[in-house]
């Protein structure tokens, strides 16, 4: 019965308050007068019943005294409610928290980092290319890398050399230079003489679209005599040995530097040149590249290489003038897959070769292993090497105009592996299956008896085992070290019995050695085993092995002036490298370069 009547005080005393609270708020409303109302006490007088207090808290914004109010059929006295104060609502002071900044602690501990950097190599895509008669003669010279330069020198053999160049342009937009060389000598045989002079202007220009225009404009002029003749009491006058060679040419070509939008590179090439010769022979020639690549992400790219070479020659013949036509065109589309260890072309090239059409392979693949310090490598390729007049001349100076021209097609199946053995020692080395169709050879002209004459004949088919490997050191710009060696077995040959004029191993060896700021010494180093030759009775002879070694050095005596010398053929050797023609022995040549 207690509890019940407490929770209807409860109830009275929660009504009582709310409407208190609501009458207050009318009151701001309505801006009436307040109405004070008059506490009373009252008691109840029983004995049974306790007296009941309510009491209200500190924090309670008023205290209420609650008493029960009796109906008519309760004995008990009525109860009534005091207010003590109206309700005044209030928010507690929160407590805010306060930040002290303060300056961090310093760490003077020093954290030990190790960096594993790879060795900085480059690799190129290696491609291979014919068997060449005769090495390329390896010019010694260094250029100098300023904006202009006139370097002169005399040496034995009565051989005056004279070379020049300048630069001009802003070096970033505009890109041009102008380049002039002579050099002769005269050996201690009859018409052993010869003579070299060349001018060539390189220029490029950059667009504001990031496309470079470049162009290039040569004139080569070589003289030498056909001084090989046997018998030595043969007589022949100067002219009739002469053999001069004139080449003119003007090379123009565009490419962007970085791919479009689209993700395509491209670089248009055409050069036109005009070769002839002492004897009536003139050559016109026209070649004219087309390379795209374009990429399609990361890893994947198309490039499309269309080729048209066109070249006419016209040798002067008693009445009428013959004249022999060599074009040939390809397309080369591949398809080419690179990833960070694995790159991959796969396709082909179609060629039409004069009459001739020929669907050529052009597959190869490399795989890094070990970090990219080693790769290994394998490939299929095919095409086709353009003999012109001009080619062949440039490997034998010593041959006669060609009655006809027959370019060589090439098939090779390859397999080797590259790489770098710590941050300067690199090495290649590869093994190469060859088959060629109408290889390029030079044998003695034994039809006329003129002996000292070569000329050139193709042979149907050659094969070969062609070993290669090549290493080297490089520091820097301090010091650097390569060398290469080619081993060719000719395993098989259907009309000549020989291949005249190859050579069977080349080593080859080049020294750079910046020893002070002022001073570099230089060194070059040539061994091959001589070729075979057909001797006059159609039987091949040998030609005995020979070596060459090359030793000069360049170093500053004033800020603008610089001296040089150069020793050729250190071992003075007589060898020979076509039958019949000795070379020159030791020469020395030293000059100085002016520079400014």
């Known amino acids: 019965m207690n509890n019940i009547r407490n929770i209807l005080l409860l109830i009275v005393a929660f009504t009582l308050t709310y409407g208190t609270v609501a009458a207050q708020n009318k009151k701001k409303k309505t801006k009436s007068t307040t109405v004070n109302r008059t506490s009373s006490t009252a008691k109840l007088k029983s004995a049974s019943t306790k007296?009941?207090?309510?009491?209200?808290?500190?924090?309670?914004?008023?205290?209420?005294?609650?008493?029960?109010?009796?109906?008519?059929s309760d004995t008990t006295a009525p109860k009534e409610v005091t207010i003590t104060s109206s309700f005044k609502p209030s928010l507690r002071n929160a407590a805010k928290i306060n930040f002290t900044a303060a300056t961090p602690i310093i760490d003077t501990n020093k954290l030990p980092l190790s960096y594993n950097i790879p060795s900085s190599n480059l690799f190129f895509s290696y491609q291979p290319v014919a068997i060449k008669p005769v090495a390329l003669f390896v010019d010694t010279s260094i250029y100098w890398h300023n904006d202009a330069y006139v370097k002169v020198g005399f040496g034995n053999f009565a051989s005056p050399y004279a070379e020049a160049g300048i630069a001009f342009g802003d070096g970033k937009q505009t890109m041009f230079s102008l380049h002039g060389k002579h050099t002769s000598s005269t050996g201690r045989l009859t018409f052993?003489?010869?003579?070299?002079?060349?001018?060539?202007?390189?220029?490029?220009?950059?667009?504001?679209?990031?496309?470079?225009?470049?162009a290039k404009a040569f004139w080569d002029n070589s003289v030498q005599y056909r001084y090989g003749y046997q018998p030595s009491t043969s007589v022949f006058t100067k002219d009739d040995l002469r053999q001069a060679f004139n080449n003119v040419g003007l090379e123009l070509g565009l490419q962007n530097k970085l791919p479009n939008s689209f993700g395509v590179t491209y670089h248009p090439q055409i050069k036109a040149s005009t070769f002839f010769d002492n004897?009536?022979?003139?050559e016109i020639s026209l070649l004219a590249k087309l390379p795209i690549n374009k990429s399609f992400g990361r890893f994947l790219a198309l490039d499309v290489a269309a080729t048209a070479d066109i070249s006419s020659f016209k040798r002067q013949l008693v009445p009428n003038a013959a004249t022999v036509n060599n074009n040939l065109f390809y397309v080369n589309p591949t398809i080419q897959f690179k990833t960070p260890n694995i790159k991959l072309n796969a396709g082909i090239q179609p060629t039409w070769d004069n009459q001739s059409f020929w669907l050529l392979p052009n597959v190869t693949a490399e795989a890094k292993i070990n970090e990219e310090k080693f790769v290994v490598q394998a490939g299929w390729r095919g095409y086709v090497n353009k003999n012109t007049y001009q080619s062949l001349a440039g490997i034998n100076p010593y041959i006669i105009q060609p009655t006809s021209l027959l370019n060589t097609k090439v098939t090779e199946q390859y397999a080797g592996f590259k790489g770098s053995a710590g941050k300067h020692f690199t090495y290649n080395a590869r093994i190469s299956f060859l088959n060629m169709d109408n290889a390029a050879l030079y044998v003695n002209d034994t039809t006329t008896g003129k002996t000292q004459e070569f000329k050139a004949v193709?042979?149907?088919?050659?094969?070969?085992?062609?070993?290669?490997?090549?290493?080297?050191?490089?520091?820097?710009?301090?010091?650097?070290?390569?060398?290469?060696?080619?081993?060719?077995?000719?395993?098989k040959l259907n009309t000549y019995d020989k291949a005249y004029g190859l050579l069977p191993l080349e080593i080859n060896g080049a020294l750079r050695w910046k020893v002070f700021k002022d001073l570099l010494v230089k060194s070059d180093v040539f061994f091959w085993d001589g070729s075979h030759y057909q001797m006059q009775n159609l039987k091949s002879g040998k030609l005995s092995p020979a070596i060459d070694a090359n030793i000069g050095t360049e170093f500053t005596v004033m800020p603008k002036l610089n001296v040089w010398l150069q020793i050729n053929n250190v071992f003075n050797n007589k060898y020979q490298r076509w039958n019949q023609y000795e070379v020159l022995g030791l020469q020395v040549l030293g000059g100085v370069v002016y520079h400014f």
Do not use: C, M, R, W
Request: glycine fraction near 6%; proline fraction near 4%.
């Open 279 to 282: 004897h009536n022979g003139n």
């Open 192 to 214: 052993q003489d010869f003579s070299k002079t060349g001018v060539d202007f390189l220029g490029s220009i950059t667009t504001k679209n990031n496309n470079e225009i470049s």
């Open 458 to 491: 193709f042979e149907p088919v050659l094969k070969a085992i062609k070993l290669h490997g090549e290493i080297g050191y490089t520091d820097q710009e301090k010091f650097s070290f390569i060398a290469s060696a080619n081993y060719t077995q000719f395993t």
């Open 51 to 72: 007296k009941a207090t309510s009491k209200v808290s500190n924090e309670q914004p008023a205290a209420i005294n609650f008493k029960p109010i009796t109906n008519a």
